[in-house]
């Protein structure tokens, strides 16, 4: 059945127009030929999972919600969800919310009603539960005294009746060096068909009888749990959502969770919620970057003060490291990119190469006597040999990060490329404009000699 929804979609895919190649594995995940592919389906008969290559970059991002909206139209019967390759970390669904507790019925109740929010939410197209409220299952409903009557025990019913359904071993046949078991049971059409199923009949081997189904009992279809899932070894509900392209899994997630507070949907007693997916990617990233980031302030700040035996120089290189975290937040809010983990870590190189210019120009000034005296005049004319540097540097910089943003798809490498590129232009601004409003500011009013192992030892009498 898989198999023939997989022959069907990729028709009516292909119908859409801009499809070049369809690759399909039926049963399993996709071998993993990207970076940040999850293979989390093994042998799973109800899952298909193809890969789609299109004629062009630009039909690939018009096909994504175009297919998906024809595929969910034509494919009722089938979750179906398409995605573009993209940069990140692997995450198996955008959304994923984890419940904790004891009853695996007040799981199943919780689950529902958070997959409910979710489903509700514009950008969702799919939601999934990992503990479903029941799976069908038939049942044969034995009526022992009418069986002891007939000569059957409830042990020789079921042992009958599993014959019949999964079959019993007849032989075997050798393949090579593998030895296969040959099974008999009845064709599929039969195993398949639940009024074949209900019409099985048992044969009493003493009186050589047989005996209908009907007349020892009756099949009832009742519903059983799926499955208890397991997180950390505490059982949970998981429940997943899957989103539209172009959205953002933790916007959506927070505003699904600001819903249910404003309908006073609290959890019970005893059961509480974990956050997964992309949120909790992200959450991981961030949190490791932060580890780090007090260690890498604290050298920043003691390499500037011993490089220039100023705490004040060094604390106007510290303003430009907050205009440059303004510089690309603000680059990233023109474009229109979201603030990711990337967003960070371009804020982490755009404050170094901002304090890279900043103290070429710091030293440019302080490397003239009169300019290190709080001289305006010299001040500018030192300002001035080094632009001709800071402009080159940040030319060649924004160059570099240019094809990134122009011809590089996804949200991955062109966020992170317009907050250096962005910002860059901005702090060259900053250190030819910032660095010496900000030195004769400081400097205004003192006259004492001062030592830098940048310039040397100041001549006798010319005030620093």
Known sequence: ATTQAARDIEDDLRELGGVDHVSWLM??????????????????????????TTTS??????????????LDRLHPGAQIVVRQFSQGPPVVADIEYRIFGPSIEKLQELGDRYRVALQQHP??????????????????????????????????????????????????????????????????EHRANLESITSTVFTDSGLDRWLSAASLGEFVLKPEVGGISRFNGERTNTVKAYLRNGSLPID????????????????????????GGAEEQDGEATGGLAQFAPILVVLMIATLVLAFRSVTYAAILGGVAIFSLGLAL???????????????????????????????????????????????????EAVMGCTRHVLATTATTIGGFMPL??????????????VLAGGIAGASLVALLFIPGAYILVTSGKHQQLKSPLIGTASEGVPT
């Open 123 to 188: 950008d969702v197209i799919h939601t999934q539960i990992t503990m479903p409220r029941g799976e069908p299952k038939l049942f044969f409903e034995a009526d022992e005294s009418e069986a002891r009557i007939s000569g059957l025990e409830l042990a020789e019913l079921a042992s009958q009746l599993e014959s019949s359904i999964e079959g019993v071993v007849g032989g075997s046949i050798i393949e090579d060096l593998e030895r296969l078991p040959v099974r008999i049971r009845y064709p599929d």
């Open 405 to 418: 943003l122009l011809f590089v798809g996804g949200d991955f490498w062109p966020s992170l490329a317009i």
């Open 252 to 275: 959506v997630s927070r505003e699904v969770l600001a819903t249910l507070e404003a309908d006073r949907f609290e959890l019970p007693a005893g059961y509480r919620i974990g956050l």
């Open 57 to 70: 970059p630009d039909r690939t991002k018009t096909l994504l919600n175009e297919a998906q909206r024809t």
């Open 27 to 52: 049963g399993g995940s996709y071998p993993a030929v990207y970076y940040n592919l999850v293979m989390n389906q093994d042998r799973s008969s109800h899952y298909a999972h193809a890969v789609v």
């Open 330 to 380: 603000l680059s990233t809010w023109i474009i229109g990119f979201p603030i990711s983990f990337n967003t960070i870590l371009g804020t982490l190189g755009l404050i170094g190469v901002a304090l890279n210019d900043s103290i070429v120009v710091l030293a440019s000034i302080r490397a003239s006597p009169k300019a290190a005296a709080g001289d305006r005049e010299a001040i500018v």
